[in-house]
């Protein structure tokens, strides 16, 4: 059973910014639920093999894309978290931002809400941010 902030932690990384399926795979067996669902925006997508193909899509979108947590995950009674995160090219301006919210059961993810926060901050390139990677 692993800590909701590890969880975090990997959705964000292993996850969405993995770019080779079959290890995105074997870590969405570690870590999310076999009916696990991920709403975002532009869709909702059912089923821990939905997510791992959806994930792939938006990693295909934006290959060279590195998300990086802006701050430490919050946890709310090892049920319920959040991360921000910004997400671009190494070095460069951030592309856009967000926050990941997450619940989880029995150690592993059930659900996961992305919410676009808009446009980070210009002043700061990816490179001076805190990434926990």
């Known amino acids: 059973m692993a800590d909701i902030a590890t969880l975090l932690e990997r959705n964000l990384h292993e996850i969405f910014g993995e770019g080779d399926s079959a290890l995105r795979l074997e870590v969405a067996k570690?870590?999310?639920?076999?009916?696990?669902?991920?709403?975002?925006?532009?869709?909702?997508?059912?089923?821990r093999d939905?997510?791992?193909?959806i994930a792939g899509v938006i990693r295909e979108m934006h290959p060279t894309f590195r998300y990086?947590?802006?701050?430490?995950?919050?946890?709310?009674?090892?049920?319920?978290?959040?991360?921000?995160?910004?997400?671009?090219?190494?070095?460069?301006?951030?592309?856009?931002?967000?926050?990941?919210?997450?619940?989880?059961?029995?150690?592993?993810?059930?659900a996961i809400y992305l919410f676009f926060d808009g446009q980070p901050?210009?002043?700061?390139?990816?490179?001076?941010?805190?990434?926990?990677?």
């Open 121 to 133: 901050d210009p002043t700061q390139p990816m490179a001076k941010r805190r990434d926990i990677a």
């Open 50 to 53: 939905e997510i791992v193909r």
């Open 30 to 47: 570690e870590i999310l639920h076999e009916d696990a669902v991920f709403i975002e925006p532009h869709g909702m997508y059912r089923g």
């Open 68 to 110: 990086t947590p802006i701050g430490a995950a919050e946890v709310l009674h090892e049920q319920a978290g959040r991360v921000r995160w910004v997400a671009g090219v190494p070095g460069e301006v951030p592309a856009y931002a967000g926050t990941d919210f997450i619940i989880a059961r029995e150690g592993k993810i059930a």
